[in-house]
Structures are given as C-alpha cells and as structure tokens.
C-alpha cells in the first residue's frame, strides 16, 4: 500500500482567488461540507485517494498538502498532478471524503517531488540507543520507552493539529477504544502500554498532549503521550519506520502503528489509518502474553 503523506503548506503555495467557503451538506444533517480549492499532487484510484495542496479552509483548518478519500473514484478521471481544482470536502464526527472535483487550471510542480519508499526498522535495543533516550509526557516528566520494559506496547506518531477524522484523529480513537476494550475484557492482560508520539513538539507542549489525551479519555496508567526535542523525535520515527519531514512549517508523514510484545520485539505493524481498534486488542493480548523478558543490558 502506498504510503500517505499529510503536509502542513503555505497558502502562498497555491495561486488561486476565490476563498472556500462552508456549504448546506444534502449527506446528513451532521456533516459539514466546504467549498475548497487546491493542486491535484498525486492521483491514486486503485486506493480511492487523491493527494492535494489546499488552501485554508476558513476556521477550520490551515493550507495543507493531504491525502482525501473519494467514495468513486471515476470523479479522479482524467485528472493530473499539476491540475489545479475546485472540489467540496464532507466531514462527519468520523469520516471525511471529496467530491464535485473540477479542473480550473494547471501549474507546473517541481521535479523533485517523490514520495520515497520507506522501510525501516522498529527502535535499536542497542547501548545508546533511543530506547534508552527519555522523551517527556503530558505531565512534562521524562519517560524511556525502557521504562515499560516486560509490558507490550502499542505506538504510533500523530500530530494533535489534524483535523481530518480518519487521519490523526482515528489513530487516537483507535488506542481509546483499545484500551477501554481492554480494560473491560474479563482475564485480559494488565501488563500493556500505549504512546503516542507528537512529530510536532514546538507546538504540542505537555499541556496541549494533556488536554488532547483528556479529550479522548485516555488513563495514564495505561496510556502516554509523548514529546521531545526535534531531532530526537525525527530519529525516533525513522526508526520506526515513519517517514517525517520537517521545514519551514511542512510536515509530512505517513501511518504506523507498532505492537511490540513484552521482550521488547516487534510483533505487528499496521502501516495504515482507519479503524483497527479490535486488531491493536487481539495483537496486545498476544504481545503481553510473551514471558520471555531477560533483562537488557544497558
């Protein structure tokens, strides 16, 4: 599957003149729709995705280069990178996707653009390695990811500015619907942790992770949300397998979620987003039943 790459733009990138604007919605009464405007960047229709460089969509969310799902993806015919459109944009609590795509003109984009393959390795158990590094939680204290050490993990790297609901924000509800499953199922483990990871720490200090995990519920017993400095962070979703750029306000990023089991070994990656909280449930319970937990050196 190809990976998706969610980018945070300047609105400068993109010449165009007329403004979104947020629209009567016919698919429900709870779904807000917006009249947007952007540069088509990569097509995909076997996947029913179209990446684009919108502009901002007034008091909802900035200029940012995104993956939209289409739920029919003739409306991608005919379409090229360079194109640029209008289109309207639906979102629910849950869901958001594009259509009505019209092309309106076309710029050139530079030669450089690529989406790189990324495969990569989960963090190096090694002496010095990041394992070890102690990053900062929600409460502003440091925290390794050694210190959970015989428990099994899940982790995965957002950002708590998106805010499309099946990208960022799914992650998030999948681990709190995973860890109130978990919870509520009768003989499950105990021994299990969830973290996730901001990719963007000048802005998601300890009290924005805090008030970000209050809203989804979250028991920090059983869940983190973690920060730290740049580079630290950058080095931490290479290795784990997350692809992370950052310049001048872009970011990009794709999907990764990672079980690792209760000796410290990766057993699962859900290279995607979307709903797969009963997944993160069954491969816990399997990861926390590992009893083979040596200690490591350090």
Same mark, same amino acid.
């Given at each position: 599957?190809?990976?998706?790459?969610?980018?945070? /733009?300047?609105?400068?990138?993109?010449?165009? &003149?007329?403004?979104? %604007?947020? /629209?009567?919605?016919?698919?429900?009464?709870? &779904?807000?729709?917006? %009249?947007v405007r952007g540069v088509v960047r990569e097509l995909n229709p076997d996947e029913q995705t179209v990446i684009i460089s919108n502009e901002a969509i007034s008091n909802y969310m900035d200029a940012m280069t995104m993956p939209f799902k289409v739920r029919d993806s003739n409306v991608l015919k005919g379409l090229r990178p360079g194109d640029q459109v209008a289109f309207r944009l639906h979102v629910t609590s849950t869901d958001s996707w594009v259509d009505q795509i019209v092309r309106v003109g076309a710029v050139s984009l530079p030669l450089s653009e690529s989406k790189p393959a990324t495969v990569e390795l989960p963090p190096a158990r090694g002496r010095n390695s990041l394992w070890y590094y102690d990053f900062t939680n929600e409460f502003g204290r440091p925290v390794g990811l050694s210190d959970f050490h015989g428990q099994a993990l899940a982790i995965t790297f957002f950002y708590t500015r998106c805010p499309l609901p099946n990208f960022c924000p799914r992650l998030s509800k999948n681990f709190e619907e995973a860890s109130q499953k978990l919870k509520s199922l009768p003989g499950a483990p105990t021994n299990w942790h969830f973290l996730s990871i901001s990719f963007d720490p000048q802005f998601d200090t300890p009290a924005m992770l805090k008030a970000y995990g209050e809203s989804y519920q979250y028991d920090s017993k059983h869940w983190s949300f973690l920060t730290g400095p740049p580079d630290k962070i950058a080095e931490l979703a290479r290795q784990s397998g997350v692809r992370f750029e950052s310049d001048n306000g872009l970011i990009n990023h794709n999907f990764r979620t990672l079980i690792v089991d209760a000796n410290g070994h990766l057993q699962t990656v859900f290279p995607i987003s979307g709903d797969f909280s009963d997944s993160i449930v069954a491969e816990i319970i399997k990861a926390a039943a590992v009893t083979n937990q040596a200690a490591v050196a350090r």
């Open positions: 599957m190809r990976k998706l790459f969610i980018s945070v /733009l300047c609105v400068g990138a993109i010449s165009l &003149t007329a403004r979104p %604007a947020e /629209l009567p919605d016919p698919s429900g009464p709870n &779904t807000r729709a917006f %009249a």
